[in-house]
């Protein structure tokens, strides 16, 4: 639904035709009625005045925030659908939905009962403003959105995480399979010595054996199962290994130049992220640490001389409480920034 600035009550009903004066396109302006909304067939209608307008019907209501809110429902569900197959978890992303509104909720209840107390315990024992009950609602709310992102895109996380897993042992299985290979051992060997003992890299090379012991072509094997994977590494390898054999290629030196491209930029990774790291301890230092103990030094000694605003235990626990929540954040920023196969 949309509505004009002081036109609270009216809303669009139907957009006037598009026109072309010489070099000028005059594009649709929307008509405003002071009817119900609805969204369905479309008519071309002309009004007195000879304008012709393109007329919408249907007998449900467009509601506000209906095109922003299933913008962001539809963009949740086409990442949470595959997640959820992959994953064997027999449920719609709707289903997931609301089972995740629920443990929030719950979850919200609990951390609004514990707030309240915890603050009244603070309230009574030390003197502190009765304001700080204001922080109550602020607390549920929080304890009610952020279990409900967490465990809505749990799924989504738990793939992301396998890819990540896969990335760890994965140069090491290709190494494993190329000595094995210069040894005199076929690739199919080599993948079956390596499919167990590298941990989620392992899982992904016995599905191919597995599909190969079925009966299904080597290159077909590894085709699919690179299609379902979540490590860049392992489909660079297995789309090398597949294109060699399919024109008869050699499959090792295929397998060692992907080694040897995706090593060399691990170690530029790494080195990128020890630059962001040396940033990140220099605002810590900073931020985490010299403001929050001089600043409050610095500001207990001019309380004494000039009451700006006075620093009692209410003072002190926001404080407090600000400086945690500070470390959080750069706690956050180096776990975000690690490169994803050393985590």
Not at 74 to 94: C, D, F, V
Not at 231 to 237: A, D, E, I, V, Y
């Amino acid at each position: 639904m949309l509505k004009k600035k002081g036109m609270v009550n009216k809303q669009i009903v139907g957009f006037t035709k598009p026109r072309k004066i010489l070099f000028f396109r005059i594009k649709p302006k929307p008509i405003y009625k002071e009817v119900e909304p609805t969204v369905g067939p479309a008519t071309m209608e002309t009004t007195a005045q000879g304008e012709e307008v393109v007329q919408v019907k249907s007998s449900k209501p467009i509601q506000p925030g209906s095109r922003k809110h299933g913008a962001i429902a539809s963009k949740r569900n086409s990442m949470l659908a595959p997640a959820l197959a992959e994953l064997g978890i027999k449920l719609t992303p709707e289903q997931w939905t609301a089972k995740c509104k629920k443990e929030a909720m719950a979850i919200a209840v609990v951390v609004t009962v514990a707030a309240a107390i915890g603050l009244y315990e603070l309230v009574t024992m030390f003197g502190l403003a009765e304001q700080l009950f204001i922080l109550v609602p602020v607390m549920g709310l929080m304890g009610y959105m952020m279990p409900f992102n967490m465990l809505v895109m749990s799924p989504v996380s738990k793939m992301r995480n396998s890819g990540q897993e896969i990335e760890k042992d994965i140069l090491f299985a290709a190494r494993d399979m190329i000595v094995s290979m210069r040894s005199g051992l076929p690739l199919f060997n080599a993948m079956a010595t390596v499919s167990s003992g590298y941990g989620s890299a392992s899982k992904e090379f016995k599905s191919v054996i597995d599909r190969v012991q079925l009966g299904m072509p080597m290159e077909q094997a590894m085709d699919e199962v690179t299609a379902k994977s979540k490590s860049p590494t392992f489909r660079r390898l297995m789309l090398q290994s597949s294109t060699s054999i399919k024109v008869g290629a050699d499959v090792i030196n295929a397998i060692q130049e992907v080694v040897n491209d995706v090593s060399q930029e691990r170690v530029i990774e790494l080195r990128r992220y020890g630059q962001k790291l040396n940033a990140i301890a220099m605002f810590y230092m900073l931020f985490g640490v010299i403001f929050p103990s001089m600043g409050l030094a610095v500001a207990s000694i001019m309380s004494t001389f000039i009451s700006f605003f006075p620093i009692d235990g209410t003072t002190l626990i926001m404080a407090a409480v600000g400086i945690v929540g500070l470390q959080f954040v750069f706690l956050k920023m180096v776990t975000s920034s690690r490169p994803s196969f050393s985590t």
